[in-house]
């Protein structure tokens, strides 16, 4: 794998992986949405890429795509209004897998979270319910289209250092999930054919990662 395309580029994650992935050997960039970000994104190691998926159509991000080896897509609204989560979170999110089977892009990793899913269980009341929602969808979408995909579950995320170990059998007391220790666990994903057609849910742990990720 030459050329990872990160959509989310100045997320914490994405540059925790951004250098992984260079010292690797694999060419890296990062998409965008505020110029303002460019410094830290190629501080980390990757090309930034200014861009704005939530308005782009499908078409346009099949472009923005092509010749790259992988997607990940660790973007997130971060909150705010609803109708920016579903615009970011969902709709952005499907559109980037269908350019990416446009684009001919087979692998695609997507940052989910723990408990994700159309049971997640949060009350629509809750300021969470469009996010849990967003990601449920996105994530049933992945699942059905024509792609090498891998879909990750990490917990609750702290600015921990990574240890490198994780538990894909979570206990319900232990729920942390080190921002480094994704970071690592979706550097793993893409080097691992037997994480395709996956979905790993995982938190901090005990388990050395390359142990953790085999079946």
């Known amino acids: 794998m030459d050329r990872v395309l990160i959509i989310g580029g100045h997320g914490k994650v994405a540059l925790l992986l951004a250098p992984l992935l260079n010292a690797a050997g694999v060419e890296v960039a990062g ?11 190629a501080a980390a190691g990757a090309t930034p890429v200014v861009h704005d998926v939530a308005s782009s159509s499908a078409e346009e991000l099949a472009a923005l795509l092509a ?6 897509w660790s973007a997130g609204a971060g909150g705010g209004s ?16 269908d350019a990416a089977v446009a684009a001919g892009v087979s692998r695609y990793v997507m940052v989910s979270y723990l408990g994700a899913g159309p049971d ?3 009350p629509p009341d809750d300021s969470f319910f469009p996010y849990a929602q967003a990601k449920a969808a996105a994530d049933d979408h992945l699942r059905s289209c ?12 702290t600015l921990d250092a990574p240890t490198g170990t994780i538990a894909t059998t979570p206990a319900p007391h232990r729920r942390n999930t080190s921002r480094g ?10 080097k691992r054919p037997d994480t395709i057609g996956r979905t790993i849910e995982f938190t901090d742990g005990d388990t050395p990662i390359a142990e953790a990720l085999t079946l």
């Open 31 to 41: 998409v965008i949405r505020n110029a303002a970000q460019i410094d830290d994104v």
């Open 181 to 190: 220790n994704v970071a690592l666990v979706v550097a793993a994903a893409l």
């Open 120 to 122: 997640h269980g949060v």
């Open 146 to 157: 024509a792609l090498a995909w891998t879909i990750l579950g990490p917990g609750a995320l």
């Open 67 to 72: 010749g790259y080896d992988a997607v990940v």
């Open 82 to 97: 609803p109708e920016r989560t579903y615009a970011v979170d969902r709709d952005a999110a499907i559109r980037s897998m």
